[in-house]
Structures are given as structure tokens and as C-alpha cells.
């Protein structure tokens, strides 16, 4: 644990929650590779799955339906909540959370196939809602800009979540959809500090591409929201009224934040984070983080998860309210119009479409694919 990869959030990988057997290396003689200086590479691995819109049931969440590209995230943020969800999939929250991707190359027929049956409603679709639609990979493979030239043509409602400047290269699309209230971009921010960004987050967008991104999406009509997240406290607690200075600055017309929580395998690669890269401000932050939650480092309860509890916790949200009045700004986000979003032309027409013509799915990367020369 005493370092991470070159360009990588995570030190190490934890073991999974579901490993009855874990590996270590254990070396009588030193391995004659051991201090490799070389990076782990990216691996991409083909997703074949049969549905692409997920439901949610959190009560912390403002939306019901999700739709992710991408599963784990090169971005590589250390505190990302998405994590352990690639557990699931049989790899670890650390280092190959970021390293080992898993991407959908059927999403946008899949969606278009869901949106065209009679028994969707057209309700409102966060993209992404886990890990990042516009990671790196997207630059390339261009499935969420495909996806939402599908919720264009069927009208449908979204909201984009994403921490990658990248998001304004589909201003266009975006732009087509918001003069008829069907979208809004929210732009994570987490820090104004460029040396600290790289070092939370260091494969997304620097803090000044992130904020040019608010500008270019909000001159092209676009609503955006810029979300302070997470507030990690006693380290980028005191910048909320700088950020929120800056997002008003660059067009943001709402603002939200949320705080640091640490489920599962976070825990563990946040602590190692802490002592790896910042080592004098370790004991401060855990103490903020044991007055949020009670004593413990992370809180799983509805309600305080996303905020926590306590007099610091009231303190910052006492903070983030009055700068944002000062500012300016909106008290809530708009609520988009699902009823009106619905195109029944275009639902019949990618209907008979669907059934007339079999989807064919593409043949799998290459191996020298996989191991990340397309990117």
C-alpha cells in the first residue's frame, strides 16, 4: 500500500466481498519484475448485455431510471461510490475498478428498442447515475453521444452527470433537446485546486476544463448544474465559496453538493489514499468525518448518507445555503416534463423497425483491442 500506479486513484485492490479465497503474493526470492515502474494498462471488455435502463429505489436519488454505457470508470476518483459495484463483476474496487472496463456496444439499440415499446411512459433517464458516461473510452467509442441522439429522437427527458469536459462536444444534441425542455448537464466539481484534482480524481477533467465546459453548454442553451461533490471535510470543505463563485461565473444556473462517504471497499482505498498523498491532513479529516457520522467513518442510513448529521454537518449545509443566496442562485434544479417529452411517431416507427430488422450484434475487440490500443 505504499503507492499507487502511475496515474491511477488506488493504491491497491481490496478483496471482494465475495471471495471465499484471497490471493497475496508471498516471494522467497525477490521477482526479478518487482519494482517494474510500468503502469497497469487499460482492458476493455465487451458487456453483452440484453437490457441497459436501470431502476432505482434509493430515496436519496432523485430519479428512478439510469443508464450507463460504461461499467467501472478510468477516471480513477479515489472516494467514488461506484466502486464496489464492480464486485459484482468479479473484479476489485481498486485498481481494476479502473483499469478493467466493461463496455456496451449494443446500449443504443437497446435503448432504442425500450423506448419504442408501448409500455415505457417516457419517464425522466439520469445518464449515467454510476460510473462516468463520458470517461475516457467515450472519446472514441462515442455510445453515450449515440444515446442520447436516441432519447432526442424519441423525446424523452434526461439529466447527464459526468466530471469530463467532454461533455461539450455533444452541446449540439444537448442543445436541441433543452429548447424543448427535455435536458439539463450536471458538471461535478469537486475542487478548484488543479494538484489536488489530479490527485482525487486523476484521469477526469481539470477543475478549469470542467468550469469551460459549464460555460460553452450554458452559451448553447443548455441548463447546467454544477454539483460540489463529495465535500471531503477538513480538505475541500473551505473552498465551497470559491466553487460556487465559479460555477455562477461560467453560466451554472443551479448547484447542489453532496459529502464524502466511504461504503464498503472505499473505506480501506480512501484510508491508503489519505496517507499516500496527503499525510498532514489525514487526522483532521477523519476527525471531521467521525463528527458527520457519528462516530464512525461512513453512515449507510437514508437521509444522512449523502449529508451526514451533527453540528458540522449542519455548518456546511448552513454555508452551501447562504453563499447560494448570495449568488444567486436557484434554490432547486427544474423538473423536466416527462408527458410532453413523448414522441408517438417516432416509438411507432423504431417498432417496426426493431421487428422488421434483427439486431446484429458487433463481433468482440481483438485482443490487442481489449488491451486498450483503440484508446
Given amino acids: 500500500m505504499s503507492g499507487a500506479p502511475v496515474g491511477r486513484g488506488a493504491g491497491f485492490d481490496p478483496p471482494t466481498r465475495f471471495q471465499r479465497t484471497t490471493l497475496e503474493p508471498f516471494d522467497v526470492e525477490p521477482c526479478p519484475d518487482a519494482d517494474d515502474p510500468s503502469p497497469p494498462r487499460t482492458q ?46 468479479g473484479f476489485s474496487a481498486g485498481v481494476e475498478f ?14 432504442a428498442e425500450t423506448l419504442a415499446s408501448p409500455n415505457w411512459t417516457g419517464e425522466y ?29 424519441f423525446g424523452n427527458p434526461i439529466g447527464v452527470i459526468t466530471k469530463n469536459a467532454l461533455v461539450a462536444r455533444d452541446a449540439d444534441v444537448l442543445a436541441a433537446m433543452a429548447e424543448k425542455d427535455l435536458a439539463e448537464v450536471t458538471i461535478t466539481v469537486t475542487t478548484l485546486d488543479p494538484e489536488l484534482a489530479r490527485k482525487l480524481e486523476p484521469r477526469a477533467s481539470t477543475p478549469s476544463r470542467r468550469l469551460a465546459a459549464v460555460r460553452a453548454l450554458a452559451d448553447a442553451g443548455v441548463p447546467v448544474n454544477v454539483n460540489v461533490a ?20 461560467h453560466g451554472a444556473r443551479t448547484v447542489g453538493w453532496t459529502m464524502l462517504r466511504l461504503p464498503l471497499a472505499v473505506e480501506p482505498l480512501f484510508l491508503d489514499w489519505l496517507k499516500r498523498e496527503v499525510p498532514l491532513k489525514e487526522r483532521k479529516v477523519l476527525a471531521r468525518l467521525r463528527d458527520l457520522r457519528g462516530g464512525k467513518l461512513t453512515e449507510a442510513g437514508w437521509g444522512v448518507r449523502m449529508r451526514g448529521r451533527g453540528p458540522y454537518a449542519e455548518l456546511i449545509r448552513a454555508l452551501f445555503e447562504t453563499t447560494c443566496r448570495r449568488l444567486g442562485f436557484a434554490e432547486r434544479p427544474r423538473d423536466l416534463d416527462a408527458p410532453e417529452a413523448r414522441a408517438a411517431d417516432a416509438r411507432a416507427k423504431r417498432a417496426r423497425e426493431a421487428r422488421a430488422t434483427p439486431r446484429r450484434r458487433p463481433l468482440p475487440p481483438t485482443p490487442e483491442e481489449t488491451q486498450g490500443s483503440l484508446f
Fill in 44 to 89: 476493455f471488455f465487451v458487456d453483452r448485455t440484453k437490457s441497459v435502463l436501470a431502476r432505482n429505489d434509493s430515496p436519496d436519488v432523485p430519479f428512478r431510471w439510469s443508464i450507463n454505457p460504461y461499467r467501472g470508470c478510468e477516471h480513477g476518483c479515489i472516494y467514488c461510490y461506484a466502486r464496489p459495484s464492480h464486485e459484482y463483476l
Fill in 98 to 111: 479502473e483499469t478493467k472496463i466493461l463496455v456496451k456496444p449494443d446500449a443504443p439499440e437497446i435503448l
Fill in 125 to 153: 433517464v439520469c445518464v449515467s447515475g454510476n460510473t462516468d458516461c463520458y470517461q475516457p473510452a467515450e472519446r472514441t467509442l462515442k455510445l453515450t453521444r449515440r444515446c442520447l441522439e436516441v432519447f432526442r429522437e
Fill in 230 to 249: 463529495p465535500v471531503v471535510p477538513g480538505l475541500t470543505d473551505d473552498e465551497i465559496p470559491a466553487l460556487l463563485a465559479a460555477a455562477k461565473a
